[in-house]
């Protein structure tokens, strides 16, 4: 099943993980060991989450680090969806695959 208009995970992690707990972008990019202008592109939905920076927060968040690339993917696919036109594009059929 598509999830309809996934989150992006700054949004995520701003509304589960931030807000909740009075904690400040600036304090969470101290805790992962980034700069806070790093993180503050990817809670502004400005930047996705990378591999490494899914394995920082995976240690200090507590999910997987494939649940945040997972969710950056979703997020990234959905969003190439509402605009990518792709009436032009035809299915290849191959005779060995």
């Known amino acids: 099943m598509t999830m309809f208009n996934p989150p ?7 509304e589960v993980y931030l807000e909740p707990n009075g904690m400040s972008g600036r304090e969470l ?3 992962l060991g980034v700069a806070a202008s790093t993180l503050s592109r990817v809670l502004n939905e400005a930047s996705g989450v990378s591999p490494e920076m899914a394995l920082r927060l995976s240690k200090a ?3 997987s680090a494939e649940s945040w690339l ?3 993917d979703n997020y990234d696919l959905w969003q190439a969806k509402q605009t990518l ?3 032009n594009v035809t299915k290849i059929e191959f005779k060995y695959a």
Do not use: E, Y
Request: charged share 15%; glycine share 10%.
């Open 61 to 63: 968040l507590g999910r």
């Open 29 to 31: 990019a101290l805790k």
């Open 70 to 72: 997972t969710m950056q």
């Open 85 to 87: 036109d792709l009436a």
């Open 8 to 14: 992006h995970p700054g949004a995520f992690i701003q």
